[in-house]
C-alpha cells in the first residue's frame, strides 16, 4: 500500500469523528485507534473469506429460547438456513437470527442477552469449501 494513499486517509479522518478505521485490499492493509479504543488491532480482522451474520433487528440478543442450551459455539459446522438465535425486539417478540449458507463458526462476537443492533455482526463463519 501506498503511504501517499495512508496519509491522504488520515488527513481525511482528522476532519471526522471516527474513532478507528482499518482497511485491508488482499494480504496488506492498515488499521489504527484514537488512545480509547487502541486495544482493537488489524490482526483482528477477520479473513476477507467470512462471512458476517448480522443482526436482522435492533433487540436483545439471546443464543437460545428461555429454557434450551445454547447450541452455537466456536468450531462447529452449521447447514445454510440454521437459526443460531433470535433477537427479541418487544416484549414476547422476536426475530430469528439465521446463517444464509453452510459452514463453520470461526468466531463469536456477542454475548447471551447483549443489545444489538441492526445489521451488526453477531457471528463470522468461514463458509464451507473455503
Not at 462471512?51 to 445454547?70: D, E, N
Not at 438465535?85 to 416484549?91: A, D, K, R, V
Not at 422476536?94 to 462476537?109: D, E, H, Q
Request: charged residues 20%.
Amino acid at each position: 500500500m501506498n503511504t501517499e494513499k495512508i496519509k491522504e486517509i488520515l488527513a481525511w479522518v482528522k476532519t471526522t469523528d471516527l474513532t478507528s478505521v482499518a482497511l485491508k485490499e488482499k494480504d496488506s492493509g492498515f488499521s489504527f485507534a484514537t488512545s480509547e479504543h487502541a486495544d482493537q488491532s488489524f490482526a483482528d480482522m477477520p479473513p476477507a473469506h467470512y462471512q458476517a451474520v448480522s443482526a436482522p433487528a435492533i433487540g436483545t440478543f439471546h443464543w437460545s429460547r428461555p429454557g434450551h442450551p445454547q447450541k452455537v459455539e466456536e468450531g462447529i459446522s452449521l447447514p445454510a438456513e440454521e437459526t443460531v438465535g433470535y433477537i427479541e425486539t418487544l416484549p414476547g417478540k422476536t426475530v430469528p437470527v439465521k446463517v444464509s449458507s453452510s459452514g463453520k463458526v470461526a468466531r463469536i462476537l456477542v454475548e447471551d442477552s447483549s443489545p444489538v443492533a441492526y445489521g451488526q455482526a453477531l457471528i463470522f463463519i468461514e463458509p464451507d469449501g473455503k
